[in-house]
């Protein structure tokens, strides 16, 4: 049974597009891997943009200045 985790940033991904991750992902690994969907776990995590950083600044400090 194959568990997939999916990190994203909590800026607004809706319910539809989070929909089409999981259906995506299972999909992927029925072709791939053979998996059976029935089985697939897929579970998508919202981090807040303060809790994640890239390049040693926090993504919130990065959207400010792309702002």
Same mark, same amino acid.
């Given at each position: 049974? #194959?568990?997939?985790?999916? =990190?994203?940033?909590?800026?607004? +991904?809706? =319910?539809? %597009?989070? +929909?089409?991750?999981? %259906?995506?992902? *299972? @999909? ?8 059976? #969907? =029935? *089985? ?7 981090? #807040?943009? @303060? ?12 959207? =400010?200045? %792309?702002?």
């Amino acid at each position: 049974m #194959p568990c997939v985790n999916i =990190k994203i940033t909590n800026e607004g +991904a809706t =319910k539809e %597009q989070k +929909a089409r991750l999981i %259906q995506g992902v *299972t @999909d992927f690994l029925v072709e791939v891997l053979g998996e059976n #969907p =029935k *089985t697939t776990e897929v579970t998508i995590e919202e981090v #807040p943009t @303060d809790n994640c950083g890239i390049g040693s600044e926090s993504v919130s400090e990065l959207r =400010k200045k %792309q702002s």
